[in-house]
């Protein structure tokens, strides 16, 4: 199943945001991509949006080599078949839908190379739901990234219990040598890793907005004022352990009854994200939030970029 060689050439199916995104990260590492979108008309806009990627890379000096050498390790492909050419690390990153993934690995199963590790880019499917019953389950994962992965590291990597520990190794190794930070969720647990901190944190601020205790902005500000200063460059575990003088024993020793009472709190209180409460916070969003998404996501992209070249530098 999995080759002991290095992994060499990777197709991409699906050329969306993250399709697009993950053709940079393999290209820019060295690395021949293939890549097939079901859209024809897909795949010039992913062009397009991997030419942007590499130019703005370029410009914040986070390119090493010219852009159109690393635009030349992507090969665009009309059909499934001639992207799995070769191919040894498949990573799908087709649209949300369990169904249309639980479809598309029975075929990569069946085409890709014997030896080829099939990645899926699912925010939230366990590896069971869409490779469950395969013959070739061994060799399936979940490779689930930050969007974008050209400019945000983190990746985790989660397999079903039949998932082949080598499988699991293989694609380690592979995102660490493409530059990314990975890490392996060793259970298939809802939301992964990333999602389950995000959305704990994200109830609770909806908890707190339905409540009436704070605003929406007000959540926003603490995260982005506050809370994720530090986090751009350090955990909550390493948040703690600079927090009290003796370090993270200390830190959780001292909050401990706080930290607990929060957490019985928010477990009486289940959160009821109902209709009103999602007009509600949508409402608010729609009149604070007024410039257009296209220009916000255009600036969340500069942002990430300045980041990404802040932290390098230090
Ligand atoms: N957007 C994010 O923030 C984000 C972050 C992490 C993970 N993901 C996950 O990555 C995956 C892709 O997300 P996206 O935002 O890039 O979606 P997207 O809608 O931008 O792109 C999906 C692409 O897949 C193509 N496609 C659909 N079915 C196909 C098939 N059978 N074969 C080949 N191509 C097919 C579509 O034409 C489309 O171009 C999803 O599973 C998503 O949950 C998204």
């Not at 994200?273 to 916000?296: T, Y």
Request: contains cysteine.
């Amino acid at each position: 199943m999995e080759s002991a060689a290095p992994i060499s050439r990777i197709a991409l199916v699906g050329a969306g945001l993250v399709g697009a995104s993950w053709a940079v990260v393999f290209a820019r590492s060295g690395l021949a991509v293939r890549v097939y979108d079901l859209e024809p008309a897909r795949l010039p806009q992913a062009r397009m949006q991997v030419s942007a990627s590499l130019d703005a890379l370029l410009e914040a000096a986070l390119l090493t080599e010219p852009a159109e050498i690393v635009a030349g390790r992507i090969t665009w492909c009309d059909n499934l078949e001639s992207a799995l050419e070769g191919a040894d690390y498949v990573q799908e990153s087709i649209a949300e839908d369990v169904a249309a993934k639980r479809e598309l690995f029975a075929r990569l199963d069946a085409m890709a190379t014997p030896q080829a590790v099939l990645a899926s880019s699912t925010s939230a499917f366990p590896t069971s739901a869409f490779a469950g019953g395969l013959a070739g389950e061994r060799r399936c994962l979940v490779v689930h990234p930050v969007n974008p992965p050209h400019l945000i590291p983190y990746v985790e990597l989660c397999g079903s219990a039949v998932t082949a520990p080598e499988t699991i190794d293989t694609a380690l190794r592979l995102m660490q040598r493409v530059g990314q930070s990975p890490v392996h969720v060793r259970e298939e647990v809802t939301g992964f890793l990333l999602n389950r901190l995000q959305w704990s944190l994200l109830a609770e601020a909806c908890r707190l907005v339905a409540a009436g205790v704070v605003s929406p902005d007000a959540v926003d500000r603490a995260l982005r004022d506050g809370l994720g200063r530090r986090w751009a460059f350090m955990g909550p575990f390493e948040v703690g352990d600079l927090n009290a003088p003796g370090g993270l024993g200390d830190y959780l020793r001292r909050f401990r009854p706080t930290i607990e009472a929060i957490d019985a709190a928010s477990a009486a209180q289940p959160l009821q994200l109902d209709e009103s409460l999602i007009a509600q916070l949508d409402a608010d969003a729609q009149q604070r939030l007024r410039s257009p998404r296209d220009v916000r996501i255009a600036a969340r992209e500069q942002r990430l970029l300045s980041l990404a070249k802040a932290l390098r530098d230090a």
